[in-house]
């Protein structure tokens, strides 16, 4: 169940009343802003960059070799599993012991089982 609303009186405005008065409101106007004038040299260095000399050595070896292989090569032959040879039994069964009888039917009525109930 809801609450009951809650009623609150709400008189009509009185005719004789003053209209509100209008309010305008003009926009904020944005102060002239000037740029700061920023006189600054960017960072250079003393000596340029293609000035500087450089040695780079040569290779230790002229002829590259690869690298050695530490692991071993995958074998050639996968083993496979032994063969199972299972000989055809001695005797055959009879042809009515092969025979697959169809599953029983359902009884119409089932058992009635009386059960008391649980003891507290």
Known sequence: PSPEPTEIAMLPPDPEADEPLPRVTSPLVPTVAVPVLKDKSPDTPEVPALVVDTDTLPELVSVPAPDEIVMEPPKAVVPSPPSIATAPPIVLPSPEARVKLPPP????????????????
């Open 105 to 120: 039917l359902l009884d119409d009525d089932p058992a009635i089982i009386e059960a008391a109930p649980p003891a507290s």
